[in-house]
């Protein structure tokens, strides 16, 4: 793979009333030619710090859900946004979110 970075963070906290969301994204830079095995590499890792960014907002509230997705530029494939998202992302999620159970998308 000749270009594989985290180019951007953000996340962000909101509060409604006595509901707190809290929301973590990346920006990758990636060239991943048909070799889908080191995205799916830096979706474990990405779980993890996604992860890890938005239960820091939640300021130790328990998290009771969360979500995933993936927008792909056009001079990639759908498939390469999929390998990011499954099927390593989940479990560090899962596990930070206080179910270190294999549900799904183990």
Known sequence: ?????????VSHLDEIGESRRAWAA???AADPGDELESLMVLGERLGDLLGRRSVALLDGAPATAYGKSAIV?????IEHGAAILHPL????????AGDGGDVMDA
């Open 89 to 96: 992302l989940g479990k560090p999620l899962r596990r930070l």
């Open 26 to 28: 990346a920006v990758i």
């Open 1 to 9: 793979m000749s270009d594989l970075r985290i180019v951007r963070l």
């Open 73 to 77: 530029g056009t001079a990639l494939e």
